[in-house]
């Protein structure tokens, strides 16, 4: 199974923009079992276009924006684990954008680790750049008017501080996660319903703001990203609605099918075996929850925790599967717990689920959230990460992260026997 499939919220957790809640609520709580609300109005009105679900005023709001930002420089924000989604829609972007003149940098501030990521950067040549936090301090922000939030709201990179003291406004966001905080946009198309940003981008290829040219290399590699970003968001369309069927539709004119294929032949390495393995070995099953702690990770290889919470969820009986480990980067010595979460339970809200299960920091930023069949969580930890040389201090400060997050969870999955309950 393709495991980058639905990993986008992974990275979710360190909000920048506190989202505030009154109340928390600390009893067992069974919301996240409601169905989903339906879909919003603004999706489901046609217009004129058979094949466009999309309202005319709003590409006339988007053309618009673009008019009034001719000559402009602007930078693109993925999240700092940029998916296939988040890749494909940054580039279309800067292609639509370049009609106008506008220059565009498409950068995030952690790594490609995905296997499939990095061969979709390498094969398509698609123009992201890393800018680490380092670096992106010694960059020259004042040569930017303006930038752009695709597939996230800010809350999924380091960067975010950096754009907001450089006073650079936010022109465009567009993203398909539940709205993770109050960011002002000149220009936002925020649509939960919608399975990919790569279905709403192709939207606006099919609505004219860029006419697709099959003798342009550059707009068959872009469609084909964004067939492979529509894919990996929706379990290989097994999750696509009628919208993103139509936007496949549209791309199938376009894309480069051996492209893709060679895209998705990337193997995995030793290392995220490993981890699978260890998911394998460590998970506990129950009520058709499959939890596993996996132990540390390198930095690299943080997208082992997904692919593996991919795997866990195919087993029979397993409707939900949370993967976790501790991820120490080295170079900023910094260590936290890294969690997805997988489900096929079409009740189930993982954005709910995750923020009920781990709650807030003392700021009010929740430790994660979701979209539909995938969440993850970020939990720092602060002043016990490192001296992990020390191999029973390792071994201990594991034990404890590993019990205290099976508590929070098996909480909620089975409210009434927590094994490590003291009352
Ligand atoms: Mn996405």
Redesign the pocket.
Known sequence: MHSNSLK?FDNLPITLEPIKKDNIDIQPNTDFLQPTPPANIETASYTGQRCSLLPSQKIDALRQTFERHQNDRQLIILQDFP?P??LS?AWAYQLIAEQYDIQCDIVYAGTLSHQENIALVKLTGLPAQRWTLQNAKSKDLSVYNGYALI?NQGTTSQLMPLVQEAKIPLVILV???SLQGELKAEFSDLRPSI????TIFTQYLQAGLLTLDSSISNHVKCATALMH?LRS?TNRLMQAQEEDFLAAGYLSRFYDSQLLNAVLQANRSKRVMDVIERSLKNRIVQNNFSIAGVGYLRYEDRDAIPQAADFLVTEENVHTAVVFGIVHDEDEELEVVIGSLRTTKLTLDPDEFIKEAFGQDSQGRFFGGG?TGAGGFEIPMGFLSGFNENSAYARMKWEVFDAQIKQKLLRLVSPRDNPIQTE
């Open positions: 986008v998916d989604d988040a829609c597939d993203d398909h996660h399975r990919a940003t790569a970003g968001d979209r």
